[in-house]
């Protein structure tokens, strides 16, 4: 396995890699984008093709093409190499040493496969799936997308397709992790199907794997009081908070449209994917998850919402807005009038219609403004009062200040009054403080002074062209306290070959090579000539210097202290020379100060 790693690296080169999932600009030595892990505006992931690594220094993570994927895709380490190995043309040696766990997931992955295959085929080939044939075909849905979609019938009689799953050698275990079957109440060795007597669309993951079912009740149904959609249950496999309907078709067509309309139910993303719009998606609600925000990232940063139209009064939506927008998404509304009450409806009796609304959505912030004038009398004290109270909440998780700033003039106009009132009942409304913090280099520890100088010292150093030249140039002007520094430093400054910055981390020891990729990574953000390099280096060194110096002045006053109690007039002479020394050195570095 270890040899095949080492081969796929060989093969694969960490910029074209990443590149196929993000956009990559090129900065000096390195490449960067905005991360994918965490919300940002300002790009802070970078990729160096010279250690064939990335990282953020936004929120630390790194690592190689693997680390990537598995983060990427949420992968675990098997999946990414199999994938890498597509990428690089290598074909896998079978491994017999799965663990249990992947085998697990394999064994679920597969019989989800069969479930699909079965329930499509009831649905297009078999007279039990006449009925709910009939009625999908009547919607508009055609075969092709029935077939595309792998959309599906579960017959009343459970016994059919478990029978079917059991004579493919899938255990009773199985089936009943899948979350698909359980036990019957009445009969405990019987095992039912929770979708019998629906409409099944699979549940794909992005790389369209089934991982679970959705099941809709058909109007045919003999009981009324069956709840009209259920979906599988949390799994092994399928987790709601990660699952977004059609992505694994959507997802090109995502990044090639540079936007994604998100819709609430899968008929909803199916009638316009069927006619044309296919850079759409479908979650369960109006609550985005986190997850769900994150994996949209991945392939755009606009937002275009076709929900329930009074989403903009619902909490959860307000929560969802909110966390998209400190993600950095642009998010704007997909308007449908009082004529259609979702985007299946608009698309099956007017496709033109609804395409024309697409091209001319509304941005979000405005949209919750008019739904409020829309619900209550601007005109009223009370209605003022309802408006402030349905907007504001919305409003006051705006991001940017300038945006905000605007909205709250744009309220303040439609309700005729003050803004600095509308900001004096936005300052009322609860707000969470601010929780992150970028840093250069993040860490979980703090960080003293003398660190930082010293990994700034470092970073400027690695940052120039020809840093082996540089480091014994300044070798005898300062001395590394923190030893990983001082290690990394002395190996340069003894380099006796050209600086090459991988076989460099290669002759490091395994503890210190994480420690140079931050290093070397973070000359990106210097971005310093070389005159305003070495100013910067003798600055830093000036203030670790004076660091130290003032230091050595208190350990002092204390040994001059012991020795006047102590009555030692000797060394009293020597200490109080020294001090002098020490303070005649600082003075001439605050002279020097640049």
């Not at 019957?184 to 019987?190: E, G, I, K």
């Not at 006619?275 to 769900?292: L, M, R, Y």
């Not at 309220?411 to 992150?436: C, H, Q």
Request: one cysteine or more; charged letters at 25%.
């Amino acid at each position: 396995m270890e040899s095949q790693v080492e081969e796929i690296k060989k093969k694969l080169d960490v910029v074209d890699v990443i590149g196929k999932y993000l956009p990559l600009k090129k900065r000096g030595r390195h490449f960067v984008a905005c991360c994918p892990f965490h919300g940002e505006k300002t790009p802070s992931f970078t990729v160096s093709p010279e250690l064939q690594i990335f990282k953020c220094f936004g929120c630390g993570k790194a690592g190689d093409i693997f680390t990537f994927v598995q983060e990427f895709d949420h992968l675990d380490f098997r999946d990414a190499l199999e994938e890498l190995a597509k990428m690089a043309g290598v074909t896998l040696i079978k491994d017999e040493h799965l663990s249990e766990i992947e085998r697990h997931h394999k064994r679920l992955v597969d019989l989800n496969y069969e479930v699909a295959k079965f329930y499509n085929y009831i649905l297009t080939s078999h007279p039990l799936g006449k009925l709910a044939l009939d009625y999908i075909l009547n919607r508009g849905t055609t075969l092709d997308t029935i077939k595309l979609f792998k959309i599906g019938y579960s017959p009343a009689n459970s016994t059919l397709i478990t029978s079917y799953l059991l004579k493919k050698n899938f255990t009773v275990d199985e089936l009943i992790a899948t979350g698909t079957f359980g036990h019957s109440q009445y009969n405990q060795r019987q095992l039912y199907d929770r979708f019998q007597d629906r409409l099944v669309f699979p549940l794909c993951d992005f790389r369209d794997r089934v991982l679970g079912f959705s099941g809709r009740i058909l109007p045919t149904s003999k009981n009324p009081n069956l709840a009209k959609y259920i979906n599988s249950p949390e799994t092994d496999l399928y987790h709601k908070s990660q699952m977004l309907f059609g992505l694994n078709l959507a997802k090109e067509s995502i990044k090639k449209a540079k936007s994604v309309i998100v819709v609430e139910g899968e008929f909803d993303m199916v009638s316009p994917y069927q006619n044309g719009v296919s850079n759409i998606v479908a979650i369960k609600g109006t609550a985005f998850t986190e997850d769900q925000l994150h994996l949209l990232k991945r392939y755009t940063d606009t937002l275009i919402l076709g929900l329930d139209s009074d989403f903009a009064g619902n909490n959860s939506a307000r929560k969802s807005i909110a966390l998209a927008d400190s993600l950095g998404f642009d998010i704007s509304v997909l308007q449908l009038g009082e004529k259609y009450k979702d985007p299946d409806e608009a698309v099956r009796d007017d496709p033109d219609f609804f395409k024309k609304q697409v091209e001319s959505v509304v941005p979000v912030w405005d949209f919750i403004i008019a739904s409020a004038l829309k619900t209550f009398d601007p005109t009223t004290i009370r209605g003022k009062k309802e408006i402030l109270s349905m907007v504001l909440p919305f409003l006051v998780k705006i991001t940017n200040s300038v945006v905000q700033s605007d909205y709250y003039h744009k309220l303040a106009s439609e309700i005729g009054s003050d803004v600095d009132a509308v900001i004096s009942e936005a300052n009322k409304v609860n707000r969470p403080e601010a929780s992150v913090v970028t840093t250069l280099h993040t860490s979980s520890e703090k960080i003293n002074k003398v660190e930082q100088l010293e990994d700034y010292l470092l970073s400027l150093i690695f940052s120039s062209q020809k840093p082996h030249l540089l480091a014994p140039k300044i070798v005898d002007q300062i001395e590394f306290t923190l030893p990983r520094f001082k290690n990394i430093f002395t190996n340069l400054s003894v380099l006796t070959t050209d600086f090459n910055p991988k076989t460099f981390a290669d002759s490091l020891s395994p503890e210190l090579s994480p420690v140079f990729n931050n290093l070397y990574l973070a000359g990106t953000y210097l971005n310093l000539d070389s005159h305003h390099r070495l100013l910067e280096i003798k600055k830093t060194i000036n203030q670790l210097l004076t660091i130290s110096l003032k230091q050595r002045q208190v350990d002092i006053s204390s040994q001059i202290a012991r020795a006047e109690s102590a009555r030692d007039d000797t060394l009293i002479n020597q200490l109080e020379l020294e001090y002098n020394s020490i303070l005649q050195q600082l003075s001439s570095l605050q002279s020097t100060k640049t």
